[in-house]
C-alpha cells in the first residue's frame, strides 16, 4: 500500500514539475523580452495552463491517499512532503477552479492597469482593479477559513507560524528604536559625501561591472543567467538553472550593483537546496528566509568595506575620471549613506524597513477594515509623511511604486523586513566561524556559501524557517540582532552619540 | 449538430493552443539564454508535455467529431481546417504514445550528442545517435502507411504535394544548368573584389547595424524581438509576438547582416498571416513558401543594389576607416559573389541549392537504402567533391554542420532550394505591380509587404502552397524562372558569354 501510494504521489509531483516548469519560463520570457503586443494571447495561454495545474493541484484522489500516508511509517522528509502537499490542497480545494482561474485572468489585466497607471500617473487607472483583487482574495480568505482573520492567512502564506500578532511586536519595535535615529540621520545630512555619485553612468560599462561581480559571487553562467526587465527578479527554473534579471538606469550606479547582489544572494540559495529536492514542494522555501538570504548580500555582506577591497578597484578602472579621486573608504561610507526617500527598492538599509512598515500597516488595515480602501492612496502619502517626512511628488512614486498588490500578493511585504532581521541573527552566528571579512577581502565567497549551504540551504523547505533558524543560530528567532546591528552601525556612520 | 460540433473543435484547439506556446516558449528560452546545465530537467518536462499535447491531438472522439463534420456544410475555410487537422491525426495516430515520448527524448539526447560531436570534430560521438533516430523514422514512416514510399511521406510533411518524382525533376533542372555555371565562375575568382570583407568586424558595431536593418524592414519591436542562438531561426508565439534570433561572428560581417534579413523575411509572413487564424492550423503555412519570404528577403531584396542605397551609408558610418574607400557598387558586387564553400548557411545564392542537392540525395538514399547509413560521413564528403569541387577538412564543417538530421527532421532541407525557386516567381510577378528598386531605395518596404500581405500572407494555411504560387504569380509554380535568374545574373557578374 504504502509503496504504491508514493509512487501515485511522484507521478503526480511529476505532473506538476512540468506545468510549472512551462509557467515559469512564459513568465520569465513575458518580464524580460516578450513584445508588449503579444500580451493577450500569452494572458489567454497562461491562465488555461494555470487551471489545467489547479485540476492537478486539488485533485480528491490525491489528497485522500495523501491522508491515508499519514498513517504510515514515513521518515521526516515524507513527513514534511505531506504535510506541505496537504497545506497546499488546503490553500486551494476550497476555491473553484472557475473563480481560480478567473483571478488568473484579473491580476494579468490588473498587473497590465498597474502599469499603465504607473507610466501616466494616475491612481484612479489602477485603483477598480486593485479594489477588485482585493475582494476577490476576502473571498478567498473566507472561503479557505472563515475562523481566521483573513490577514493572518495571507501572512502565514508567505512566512509559515507568522501571524499579525507576531508581526505586530516586530513592527513595534522598528517604531520605537529606529524612527527616532531616522529623524537624527536626517538632520545630519552633511556627514557622508555622496556628491560623486551623481550625474550619468554608461549602462554598458555597468554592465561590465555586473559580469566583474557575478564572478565575484560566484554566480555561474553554466547553471545561471541574467537577464533585463522592468524590476529585478529571480526565478528558479530547476537545481541548475536559475534566473536572476537586472535593471540598469543611468543616473543610477547603486541600483544595478545592489540588486546584482541581492538578486545573487536568492539564486545561490535556490542553486544550493539539495538537488534531490528538484521540483519538488522541499523547494518551496519560506520567502523570509529567502529574503534574509538576498539581503545578507545586498546588506551585510555587500555594504562592507572588505566586500569593496578587490571590487572597487575594478569600478575605478571602469570610470577612471569619475572615481580616482575618490577612495575605497569614501565609497563604502556613501553606499552606506541613509536618507528618507520615496522608492522602496532604492532605499537605503535603515529606512528601508520603514517602507516595509506603512505597507503592513496599510494591508492590515485592509484586511481588518480599518483602512478605507476608497482612500489607499491618501493614506499612503499620510503615513510617509508621518513615518519618513516625505511628502509624495506623484502617485507613480508613490502607492503604484511596486508590483504586488496588483497580482494580489498581500502578505508578501513583511517578508522583506523580517528577512532582514533572520540576516542580522545568521551574520551573528556566521562570524563565530568564518572570518567575513577575511573571506570578503580575499574573494573567498566560497567559505560563506559553504556556511549557507550546511547551515541553512541544506534543508530547503524540509524543516519551517523558523527551525532552520534556531539550527543555524543555536538560538530562536531574535530580532534585537537587526535592531542593534542597524543602531550601531548609523549611530557610528554619522556620529551619533 | 454542427454548431455543438464545431463548440466542440473550437474548446480542443484551444487546449492545443495552450500547450503549443508552452512548448514553444520552452524552446525558445532553450535556444537562446537558457544555462546548459539545465537541460535534462528542461528536457524531461518538456518530453512531458509533449506527451500531453500528443494525447490531445490524437484524441479519437475528436477525430470521430473532424469525420463527421466533413459531411456538414461548410465554407471553404472550415473545410481546409478540418482536412488539416485529419491530415495531422493521420500523421500521429498510428504512433504510440510511448513510442512518440521517447522519441521526443532521444531527439533531445541526439542534439544534444550533436553538438558535443560538432565542438569535439568527431562524428563518432553523434552517429549511434543519428542510427537510432533514422531507425525511428523508418518505423514511424511504416506505421503511418506502409503502401507509401517513407520519402514520399516526409516530403509531403515538409511541402504539401511534393514527393521524389517532383524534387527529382526540379534537382536535375539544378544539376544540368547550374553544377557549369558553378564550374566556370570557380574559375573566374578574381573577377570580383571581396579582400575587404576580411579581418575582425565588431559585435558591437554589427548590433547597431541590425537596428537599423530591423527598423529598414519594419521588424517593430511591439510584436517582433530578436535573441541571440547559436544559428539563427524564427519561432511564432503569436501573431503579435513573433521572435527571431541571430548569431554574430567576429570574422564575418555578413553573416549577421543577411541572417537579420532572412528571418526577418520569416517574421513578416507570421506577423501578416491574419490574426483571426491565430493558434489555429491555418497558421501552419508550407515550409517552402516560409522559406520563399525568407529567402527573397535575404537574396532577391537584400543583395540588390538599390537595397543598399542608404543602408550602404549606415554601414560606411560604422566602419568609416574600413570601408570609406570601397564604393556601394564594389560592396554590393561582393555580396552576391558566389564561390563553393563548405558551410550551406554561409553559402551563396548559386552555390546553395547544391549544398541542398546533396542533403536531398542522401536522405533519398537514406530512405531507399541506396545509401548505407554506416558511410553517410564518406558519402557526404564524396558528394562535396563531386559537385562543388571541395574536400571537407573536418566532420565539424562536413555531415555536422546542421542540425536538421539530429532531431529527425528528414525532408526538410529540400523545401529550402525550392522556397528559392517560389521566390525567384514571386519576385517576378511582383516586378509587374511594383518598381521595386524603386521602393527599396525609398525605404519603403511597406508597398513591398502590402503586396506579400494581399498575395501571400492573407492565405495563411487555408490553400496549399501551390494554389497560393498560382493566385499570387498567375501561372502554376515553374522553376525555370529560378533558374534563369541564377543564370543570368551571375553570368552577367562574372562576364561568362
Chains 1, 2 share one sequence.
Not at 71 to 94: G, T
Not at 151 to 178: H, V
Not at 399 to 405: A, E, F
Request: charge should be negative; include cysteine.
Amino acid at each position: 500500500m504504502k509503496e504504491e501510494a508514493m509512487k501515485r504521489i511522484k507521478a503526480w509531483q511529476d505532473e506538476i514539475k512540468a506545468y510549472q516548469l512551462a509557467l515559469t519560463t512564459m513568465s520569465y520570457d513575458r518580464l524580460t523580452v516578450a513584445p508588449e503586443n503579444g500580451i493577450d494571447y500569452y494572458s489567454e495561454q497562461a491562465a488555461y495552463l494555470s487551471g489545467v495545474l489547479y485540476s492537478i493541484q486539488t485533485d480528491p484522489d490525491i489528497e485522500k491517499t495523501l491522508n491515508e500516508l499519514k498513517s504510515e511509517e514515513l521518515n521526516a522528509e515524507q513527513k514534511r512532503m505531506i504535510e506541505l502537499h496537504l497545506k497546499d490542497f488546503d490553500r486551494l480545494k476550497r476555491i473553484p477552479k472557475d473563480d481560480y482561474v478567473a483571478y488568473q485572468k484579473l491580476c494579468q489585466v490588473s498587473e497590465k492597469k498597474w502599469e499603465e497607471a504607473k507610466i501616466k500617473k494616475d491612481y484612479s487607472i489602477f485603483e477598480p482593479y486593485l479594489l477588485q483583487v482585493i475582494a476577490a482574495q476576502k473571498k478567498f480568505c473566507a472561503l479557505r477559513d472563515a475562523t481566521k482573520e483573513p490577514y493572518d492567512i495571507l501572512l502565514d502564506d508567505y512566512e509559515e507560524g507568522m501571524d499579525q500578532k507576531k508581526y505586530d511586536a516586530f513592527f513595534a519595535l522598528i517604531k520605537e528604536k529606529l524612527l527616532p535615529l531616522i529623524h537624527e540621520i536626517t538632520l545630519k545630512q552633511d556627514a557622508l559625501r555622496t556628491d560623486f555619485l551623481e550625474g550619468s553612468w554608461d549602462i554598458e560599462k555597468q554592465k561590465q561591472m555586473m559580469k566583474v561581480l557575478q564572478k565575484y559571487l560566484n554566480f555561474d553562467p553554466s547553471w545561471g543567467y541574467m537577464g533585463i526587465s522592468a524590476h529585478p527578479f529571480t526565478s528558479c527554473f530547476s537545481h541548475n538553472d536559475v534566473r536572476i534579471t537586472n535593471a540598469y538606469h543611468e543616473n543610477m550606479l547603486l541600483s544595478s550593483i545592489f540588486s546584482l547582489i541581492h538578486e545573487t544572494g536568492h539564486a545561490i540559495y535556490e542553486h544550493q537546496i539539495p538537488e534531490a529536492y528538484e521540483g519538488t514542494v522541499l523547494c518551496n522555501v519560506s520567502m523570509g528566509i529567502h529574503e534574509s538570504q538576498s539581503r545578507m548580500y545586498e546588506n551585510n555582506l555587500g555594504r562592507r568595506m572588505s566586500f569593496w577591497n578587490r571590487n572597487y578597484d575594478e569600478l575605478v578602472s571602469l570610470w577612471p575620471d569619475r572615481l580616482k579621486d575618490i577612495d575605497q573608504e569614501t565609497f563604502v561610507r556613501a553606499v552606506n549613506s541613509a536618507k528618507p526617500s520615496l522608492i522602496r527598492t532604492e532605499a537605503d538599509e535603515l529606512t528601508y524597513p520603514v517602507h516595509i512598515l506603512i505597507r503592513y500597516e496599510i494591508e492590515k488595515g485592509i484586511f481588518d477594515g480599518s483602512v478605507d480602501c476608497r482612500r489607499l492612496e491618501e493614506t499612503w502619502n499620510q503615513k510617509m509623511k508621518e513615518y519618513l517626512g516625505i511628502t509624495v511628488p506623484d502617485t507613480s512614486q508613490g502607492i503604484l511604486q511596486d508590483v504586488h498588490w496588483s497580482d494580489g500578493s498581500f502578505g508578501y511585504f513583511p517578508t522583506y523586513a523580517l528577512g532582514s532581521a533572520y540576516a542580522a541573527q545568521f551574520i551573528n552566528a556566521m562570524q563565530k566561524d568564518i572570518d567575513i571579512d577575511t573571506a570578503l577581502a580575499y574573494q573567498d565567497m566560497a567559505s560563506i556559501q559553504k556556511w549557507q549551504k550546511e547551515r541553512i540551504h541544506c534543508y530547503g523547505a524540509s524543516i519551517p524557517s523558523l527551525q532552520i533558524i534556531e539550527n543555524a543560530t543555536g538560538e530562536s528567532f531574535n530580532p534585537q540582532y537587526y535592531i542593534e546591528y542597524l543602531y550601531n552601525k548609523y549611530r557610528d556612520l554619522y556620529q551619533i552619540k
